[in-house]
């Protein structure tokens, strides 16, 4: 497990680091920010990348990266958690169940080979619930930081 979280958050913060001028791009685009040195296009986009300061377009990384690096973290940790708990307690009821659904054993033997997709599911529902709780309030002030001009920065 030591090797998925340093390979896979390595290399998602890798996949942000790189991706994030086109996030701020896209950004102020959805907002309407009006500033010269902002691209109308994809060529044009290289060339203000090269012609303006480089940092402008990295505006609001150290948020999301100080962020995305615990959340993946959690994710991950929620996912694999939950999904062997949920996993292990719906293969115990299924398997001895309680008195009040005994008498229906034939039909939950035959959900067994639905535990362990079931569980993923759920598992991967509330790991996605608890790092966004983390990743939407890092959004937002990422989000703003990439919309302001050098004055407000």
Avoid: C, W
């Avoid at 994030?20 to 009006?34: A, D, E, Y």
């Avoid at 949920?86 to 959900?111: F, G, H, T, W």
């Amino acid at each position: 497990k030591t090797r998925l979280y340093l390979i896979g958050t390595g290399l998602y913060s890798f996949l942000t680091v790189a991706l994030h001028p086109l996030t701020v791009i896209k950004i102020r685009k959805q907002v309407g920010v009006t500033t010269p040195e902002l691209p109308t296009s994809i060529i044009s986009s290289s060339e203000s990348v090269i012609k303006s300061n480089i940092h402008q377009y990295y505006r609001g990384l150290g948020v999301v990266i100080s962020l995305a690096i615990p959340t993946r973290i959690i994710y991950i940790s929620v996912l694999e958690s939950s999904r062997e708990r949920i996993e292990s307690n719906a293969r115990e009821i299924i398997l001895n169940p309680p008195a009040s659904i005994a008498k229906y054993n034939n039909q939950l033997q035959s959900l067994l080979p639905f535990v362990t997709p079931f569980s993923g599911g759920v598992a991967g529902g509330l790991a996605a619930v608890s790092s966004q709780m983390i990743v939407v309030p890092m959004d937002v002030i990422s989000q703003k930081q990439m919309v302001m001009n050098d004055s407000t920065y």
